[in-house]
């Protein structure tokens, strides 16, 4: 049995578009609604800006990895030996169960198709997702 290598804090239902969000996104999502608290706020903006400092953004590299006709579904999910990064998840967490919405932490070996990969995170586009034509 192999140990698991990836891990991933999602919506526990899809979206509109039928993937599951990441936290980052739910928690964005209150935000630009308006429903987060001073506090909330206040940690969603110092805690976001630390992220983008700590780790690069995929999209900057490769502006075609979350391209939904090139990588349908892709999803980042942090590599399991990146403590540092998913031990500041429990403040978004917290911001999500104070509102009600559902995020679960999912683990896998191999969670899919690599799209691209650094030293704490990869996105994947998982096996069997839709392609650009709605096959499977």
């Given amino acids: 049995m192999r140990e698991v290598s ?10 509109a578009r039928g993937t599951y969000t990441g936290v980052f996104g739910l928690v964005n999502g209150l ?3 308006g429903r987060l608290s001073a506090a909330q706020e ?3 903006r110092l805690n976001n800006d630390w992220y ?3 780790y690069l953004d995929p999209s900057d590299v490769d502006p075609s990895v979350y391209d939904r006709e090139v990588n349908p579904e892709a ?5 399991s030996s990146a403590r540092h990064l998913i ?14 919405v559902g995020c679960r932490m999912v683990r896998a070996v191999d969670p899919g198709r690599v799209v691209y990969e650094d030293a704490d995170q990869v996105v994947v586009v ?11």
């Fill in 75 to 79: 999803a980042a999910w942090f590599k």
């Fill in 6 to 15: 990836h891990v991933r804090f999602q919506s526990t239902v899809r979206n």
């Fill in 52 to 54: 983008n400092a700590a």
């Fill in 126 to 136: 998982p096996y069997g997702a839709c392609g650009a034509h709605g096959e499977r």
């Fill in 87 to 100: 031990e500041r998840v429990d403040g978004y967490l917290e911001i999500l169960a104070a509102h009600g």
């Fill in 31 to 33: 935000a630009r609604e």
């Fill in 42 to 44: 206040r940690f969603r």
